[in-house]
């Protein structure tokens, strides 16, 4: 999955930083030697992916401290979005631009791309992925007081708190952002949606303090750019941080005799060298076929977030599968147990499966059934793709090992 992230964040890195420099996402103007835009960004994110790899491998991770103050301003961009939203709605009477009419509004999503039921059930992956990585929490219970309850309440929290601000946040936006006025043209997708939103907001804003049409737009600008630059220096932190620490751990906390010795080896930084620039190829190759596939700049976004979505839940079938079996085994020290009922535990894990299974293949058929092949193909490759490649590692080292050990 962090392949994946990666491939998608360095094609994605590029809107923040348009926006930042031009007030508004031009990537979709630029072009190198005749190129469409989305070839060009696909060129673009090859050459971050080679530069960040040059600079990690040399032991410059020093920049993903920016990573920190990227948080701080996104955080604030998040408080400005609040603050400016509940002020226009005061200020406009409680006027919506998103207007409600009745349940429907709440059920019946005005983006045309999810109107039909395999297509809502679809989006139950986008829903997944609000929580994804909450799991890895529990490799920090033995540092807390009382665990058996602390983690358990801990989780539930965050779970209601991510669920009432991701609908307060939708809420809000739709005091703003009319679908159809603002996001409805070709001119939006999944890369550029927030800079858009902030920068309507901005305008709205201003409208609503009675300002001019021109200092109306600066703030729009203003907000836009802001947007830009918070979550360009987010994305760029970030980056430096997953494009080693992943693959570091991932290695070095296997078998030794299972990899290669070159793929094992560290260099004078301490940095797996070899590791890191075969995973550098690895992204760049998927980058240039994607791109390179002829795809349009929006079904573009929706690839890559699609491929996210799917390589980050995917996994969680075989831990929730797994979940069941592993209550069953005796024998084993269970410091604390939630599920303490074994009827309980199949039924929660039964139901997660549905969810999980459901929502993952109507993600994969949703493309075929509206005849978008190359949507389709990427969204469904990647888990096949990673699933064979590691069988195929599986077992030849396992054959390699096993044929070392009878000499």
């Known amino acids: 999955s962090w392949i994946i992230w990666m491939m998608s964040t360095a094609s994605k890195v590029w809107i923040p930083f348009a926006t930042t420099l031009f007030g508004h996402d031009t990537t979709q103007?630029?072009?190198f030697f005749g190129l469409s835009s989305t070839k060009t960004?696909?060129?673009?994110?090859?050459f971050w992916i080679i530069t960040v790899t040059w600079f990690a491998v040399r032991g410059m991770d020093?920049?993903?401290k920016i990573s920190s103050v990227g948080g701080i301003f996104v955080s604030l961009l998040t408080v400005i979005f609040a603050i400016a939203s509940i002020t226009i709605l005061i200020l406009n009477g409680g006027h919506l631009a998103q207007p409600v009419t009745g349940m429907h509004s709440f059920i019946q999503s005005p983006n045309p791309d999810f109107q039909s039921p395999?297509?809502?059930?679809?989006f139950m992956v986008y829903a997944v992925f609000a929580y994804a990585g909450t799991e890895t929490l529990g490799g920090v219970t033995d540092n807390m007081e009382q665990p058996e309850k602390t983690f358990p309440r801990g989780l539930i929290i965050s779970t209601l708190v991510i669920t009432v601000m991701y609908s307060l946040s939708i809420f809000l936006w739709g005091i703003t952002a009319n679908w159809h006025s603002v996001l409805g043209n070709g001119h939006v997708n999944l890369g550029n949606i927030t800079y858009v939103l902030?920068?309507?907001?901005g305008v709205v804003l201003g409208q609503s303090l009675h300002l001019s049409a021109a200092t109306s737009t600066i703030l729009g600008t203003s907000f836009a750019r802001f947007a830009g630059l918070s979550m360009f220096m987010a994305y760029m932190g970030s980056f430096f941080v997953l494009i080693y620490s992943p693959l570091k751990s991932f290695i070095m906390g296997s078998n030794p005799k299972f990899w290669p010795e070159k793929m094992t080896k560290l260099n004078k930084k301490g940095m797996p060298g070899f590791a890191m620039w075969t995973q550098a190829v690895i992204v760049a190759v998927l980058i240039f076929f994607v791109t390179f596939g002829g795809s349009s700049a929006k079904q573009f976004y929706v690839i890559l977030t699609n491929m996210g979505n799917i390589s980050t839940s995917f996994p969680y079938i075989f831990l929730v599968?797994?979940?069941p079996f592993f209550k069953r085994k005796k024998g084993l020290e269970r410091p604390f147990e939630?599920?303490?009922k074994q009827w309980m535990t199949d039924t929660i894990s039964i139901i997660v499966l549905i969810v999980l299974i459901g929502g993952i293949g109507f993600t994969a058929i949703e493309p075929i059934l509206q005849h978008d092949y190359v949507n389709a193909f990427w969204t469904i490759i990647g888990p096949i793709f990673f699933g064979l490649v590691a069988w195929a590692f599986l077992t030849y080292q396992s054959h390699?090992?096993?044929k070392q050990a009878n000499k």
């Open 29 to 31: 103007t630029w072009s």
């Open 41 to 46: 960004i696909g060129l673009l994110a090859i």
């Open 62 to 64: 020093s920049i993903s």
């Open 118 to 122: 395999i297509a809502l059930v679809s």
């Open 198 to 201: 902030m920068a309507n907001l």
């Open 321 to 323: 599968a797994a979940f």
């Open 338 to 340: 939630i599920y303490t």
């Open 400 to 402: 390699k090992l096993k």
